[in-house]
C-alpha cells in the first residue's frame, strides 16, 4: 500500500458540483473531489460510470454541463485555448489505450510533445528529454522503434514516457494496467509510485485493478450513481460494510 | 425515401456542410503545417502515381481502339487523334483518376483517421498542444487538393501515349503526325476546365476521407464503416462535381 504522508496540502485540483450527461444518462452529478499535492487519488466505479468522462473534463478533452473544475486555481471550462494548451503543460495524461501514434517511431511519438512552439526547446534539449523520460522509464533502446513492435507493456512505458516529458505537477492514469498481466501490471503501478517520488507528481488514477488500486492510492473515491458515495484510505473502505462498496473489496 | 432515412441524410448533410465550414476557418490560421502537407503530398503522389498511370495508358489504348472502327465507317481515321485527346483530357481521365483517388485515397484516410480516433490518438494529439484539426485534416485536404491536378497531367500525358499506340495498331502514323493532329483540336479551353474540376474533386475526396474518419464511432466496426462509405460518398460527390462543371462549362462556352 502507498503509505506516503501527504505534508503539503495544497489542493491541485479543485472539483465542485460537476454535472455531465450523455442524453438522459446523468455520468456525473453534483461530484466533488480535491486532489492534494503529493497525493495519489484512485477513482473506483463500474464500467461506464462516468471515471474516464470526469478525468476527460479535468484535462479539457470534454465539457462539463455545469460545475467547477479547477487546477492550480484555473478554472478549466472557461479557459480559452491557448491557456487550455498551458495548462496542459503541468497536466500529464496516460491514456487508457496508450494512444501512441502509429505512423511514427518512438523518438517522435516522446518529440510530438515538444512541437509546441513558445516551448522554444533547442534540438540538443529535445534529445536530452527524450533520453531521460525513455531512462525513467527504463526503455532507452527503444527510442527508434515503431509502437507496433513494442509489447503492451513496452507501449504503456512508452506512452508514461511521453506523458512524463514535460515533467507534469500532476499525471491523470486512465485504467493504466488494463490489458496487461499481473506481473507487468503490478511493474506499471510500481513505476508510476517512482515517478511520483522522483517528480513529487500528484495524481489521479482510474481503475477496476484492486492490486493497483492497493499500490498506489493514498485515497480512494467512489464514484457510484455520479456522485463521490465515500472517500478513504483502502484500509477504511475495505472494512466497510457498505454493500456498494464491499462488492469491489470482495 | 422513409422520414428516418431522409433525417439522417439530411443530417449528414449539416454534419459535412460544418465540418467543411470548420476547414476554411482553420486553413488559414497560422500555425501551418507544411512539413505534414509535404508528407502527405509526397503519400498521395507515392501510393497512387503507377496506379493512376497505368490505368491511363489503359484508358487511352481502349479508347482509340474502340472509336477507330466507327471513325472508320465516317471515313475520318485522322480525326482520331484529336477526337480521343479531347475526350481522354476533358472527361475520361479527370473522372478515372478521381474515382481512382476515391478509392485509394479516401479510404485510406477515412481508416487512418479513424483508427486515430478510436484509439484516442486524435485526443492525445490535443493534449500534446497540436491542433488535430489542423495537423490531420487541413493538410491532407490541401494535399487532395494539389496531388489531383498534378496525377491528372501525369495520367492524361500517359494516355496519350496509349492513345498513340492505339492509332499505331491500326495504321502508321508517326509521333510527329500524332502531335500534330492532337494539339490542332487540343486547345487550353480543353485542359484548363480539366485541372480546375480535378482541384475540386481533390477537395471532395479529402474532406469526405477526413469527415468520415474523424467522426467515426463504434471502434474497429466504424473505422471499416467509415473506409467505405468514405469511398461511396466520395464517388457519388465526383460524379456531380463533374455533372456541374459540364454545366458551368457549357453556360460560359468553354468546349
Not at chain 1, 502507498?2 to 465542485?16: A, D, E, F, G, Y
Not at chain 1, 478554472?75 to 485555448?81: A, D, Q
Not at chain 1, 513529487?200 to 485493478?209: C, E, F, K, Q
Request: proline letters at 3%.
Amino acid at each position: 500500500m502507498n503509505t506516503q504522508t501527504i505534508s503539503n496540502s495544497q489542493q491541485v485540483i479543485q472539483i465542485n458540483g460537476l454535472k455531465k450527461s450523455f442524453g438522459d444518462n446523468h455520468v456525473l452529478n453534483d461530484f466533488n473531489v480535491d486532489l492534494l499535492q503529493g497525493e495519489n487519488i484512485v477513482v473506483l466505479g463500474k464500467s461506464g460510470s462516468g471515471k474516464s468522462v470526469l478525468i476527460k473534463c479535468i484535462i479539457g478533452l470534454m465539457q462539463p454541463d455545469s460545475g467547477s473544475i479547477q487546477v492550480f486555481g484555473e478554472e478549466v471550462p472557461k479557459l480559452s485555448h491557448d491557456s487550455l494548451d498551458k495548462m496542459r503543460i503541468n497536466v500529464g495524461f496516460l491514456f487508457q489505450s496508450n494512444a501512441l501514434y502509429d505512423s511514427m517511431t518512438v523518438r517522435e511519438n516522446l518529440e510530438f510533445s515538444l512541437r509546441r512552439h513558445w516551448l522554444k526547446t533547442s534540438k540538443e534539449n529535445v534529445n536530452d528529454l527524450v533520453m531521460e523520460a525513455l531512462n525513467n522509464v527504463g526503455l532507452p533502446e527503444t527510442i527508434d522503434m515503431m509502437p507496433e513492435e513494442l509489447s503492451g507493456g513496452m507501449r504503456k512505458r512508452i506512452a508514461l514516457a511521453r506523458t512524463l516529458i514535460l515533467k507534469p505537477k500532476i499525471i491523470l492514469y486512465d485504467e493504466p494496467t488494463t490489458g496487461l498481466d499481473p506481473i507487468t501490471g503490478r511493474e506499471i503501478c510500481n513505476l508510476m509510485l517512482e515517478i511520483q517520488k522522483k517528480y513529487n507528481t500528484s495524481s489521479i488514477i482510474i481503475s477496476h485493478d484492486m492490486n493497483c488500486v492497493k499500490i498506489t492510492a493514498n485515497r480512494i473515491v467512489m464514484l457510484i450513481d455520479g456522485r463521490c458515495y465515500a472517500n478513504g484510505t483502502y484500509e477504511e473502505l475495505s472494512k466497510s460494510n457498505d454493500q456498494k462498496i464491499k462488492q469491489f473489496f470482495d | 425515401m422513409k422520414p428516418k432515412a431522409l433525417n439522417k441524410l439530411l443530417s449528414e448533410a449539416g454534419d459535412i456542410t460544418r465540418f467543411t465550414g470548420k476547414f476554411f476557418k482553420e486553413a488559414f490560421k497560422p500555425r501551418y503545417e507544411f512539413a505534414e502537407l509535404i508528407r502527405q503530398c509526397f503519400y498521395i503522389g507515392n501510393k497512387t502515381l503507377s496506379l493512376v498511370g497505368i490505368t491511363g495508358f489503359i484508358m487511352g489504348l481502349v479508347i482509340t481502339i474502340q472509336s477507330y472502327p466507327s471513325m472508320q465507317a465516317f471515313g475520318a481515321e485522322s480525326w482520331l487523334p484529336s477526337v480521343v485527346s479531347v475526350s481522354l483530357v476533358r472527361e475520361i481521365i479527370p473522372v478515372i483518376t478521381a474515382l481512382i483517388c476515391a478509392g485509394k485515397i479516401g479510404s485510406g484516410i477515412g481508416a487512418e483517421l479513424g483508427s486515430m480516433k478510436v484509439t484516442e490518438q486524435i485526443d492525445a494529439m490535443e493534449v500534446a498542444g497540436t491542433n488535430p484539426f489542423k495537423y490531420l485534416v487541413v493538410t491532407r485536404v490541401f494535399a487532395t487538393m494539389l496531388m489531383l491536378p498534378l496525377l491528372v497531367i501525369l495520367s492524361d500525358t500517359i494516355a496519350l501515349y496509349g492513345a498513340f499506340l492505339g492509332v499505331n495498331m491500326k495504321q502508321v502514323v508517326s509521333f510527329h503526325l500524332f502531335t500534330n493532329q492532337i494539339f490542332e483540336k487540343l486547345s487550353f479551353g480543353d485542359v484548363l476546365p480539366s485541372i480546375i474540376k480535378s482541384v475540386f474533386f481533390g477537395f471532395a475526396i479529402g474532406i469526405i476521407g477526413c469527415f468520415k474518419g474523424y467522426t467515426t464511432k463504434n471502434g474497429t466496426k466504424g473505422v471499416g464503416r467509415a473506409a467505405n462509405s468514405a469511398v461511396v460518398v466520395a464517388t457519388f460527390v465526383v460524379f456531380i462535381i463533374d455533372l456541374m462543371a459540364a454545366q458551368i462549362a457549357d453556360i460560359f462556352s468553354i468546349t
